[in-house]
């Protein structure tokens, strides 16, 4: 007798996982996307138009290849200082990922439409492919400032929120764990840079410090517009391996 097939439960964390994992493969495989919606609000038109396609063979299949996309990094200033125990943590997490929503709402985007990865301290977000890199120094940096500043007037000076930000734009890999490449990499030595904390420690009454790869703030200085130059400063990025020059916006005070 044929062997019977294996019952999958959808409540098995397992089986859950190796699903995931095949919407990632298949979508990085073929480029196509799904609402960010819970499997099961999915029509079925929809998911037979993401998963069947009769045109496509195993030769004619698009290989996954990395793509230009634009990334951010956040991290909470302090986040483990003393007297900021669990209950605090909570609380800026919390108020971190609410004003990094709302200051994506400025570029036209959700956080649902971004593969995002929580840090712990901080998060981690890439564009779609099709996002304009440069909205993520304005309006989403200044947004952000003005969100903090806002929420952080008449905060306890223990649940006073403040962030530094890196922002890049290169190649990103998908597989099925995540995002891989060097794009991913050079974010977070930006992020790490000791300069780049100084500068934060030095300026206490900043709500966020933002640090921009110097690929992105050229590329954001040949389309001119919106970016203001004499408001960034050169900064040293010396991490491990990454020795490279980036950009520090820090916002001016208001009020």
């Given at each position: 007798m044929p062997r019977s097939l294996p019952i999958f439960d959808e409540d098995d964390p397992l089986w859950?996982?190796?699903?995931?994992?095949l919407f990632v493969v298949w979508a990085a495989r073929t480029g196509r996307r799904l609402r960010h919606v819970p499997v099961e609000r999915l029509s079925a038109r929809e998911l037979e138009d993401f998963w069947a396609d009769d045109q496509l063979d195993e030769d004619s299949l698009p290989q996954?290849?990395?793509?230009?996309?634009a990334l951010v990094a956040v991290d909470i200033v302090a986040f483990g200082a003393p007297g900021r125990d669990t209950r605090v943590q909570i609380r800026l997490r919390e108020t971190m990922y609410t004003q990094v929503e709302r200051a994506l709402g400025g570029t036209g985007l959700a956080l649902s439409d971004c593969h995002h990865e929580d840090r712990g301290d901080g998060a981690f977000i890439v564009a779609p492919g099709d996002a304009d890199p440069c909205d993520l120094l304005d309006p989403f940096a200044h947004d952000l400032a003005a969100h903090l500043r806002s929420v952080n007037r008449h905060a306890d000076p223990g649940l006073?929120?403040?962030?530094?930000?890196?922002v890049h734009y290169g190649h990103v890999d998908h597989d099925a764990h995540g995002v891989v490449g060097r794009a991913p990499v050079d974010l977070f030595r930006h992020l790490e840079a000791p300069a780049f904390r100084r500068a934060m420690a030095a300026t206490p009454s900043a709500d966020l410090g933002v640090i921009v790869s110097d690929s992105l703030f050229r590329e954001a200085g040949h389309r001119g517009g919106r970016l203001d130059h004499d408001a960034y400063r050169p900064i040293r990025v010396n991490v491990k391996e990454t020795r490279t020059r980036a950009w520090l916006w820090l916002p001016p005070r208001c009020g």
């Open positions: 859950r996982e190796a699903a995931r994992a996954a290849r990395p793509t230009h996309q006073r929120l403040r962030l530094r930000a890196a």
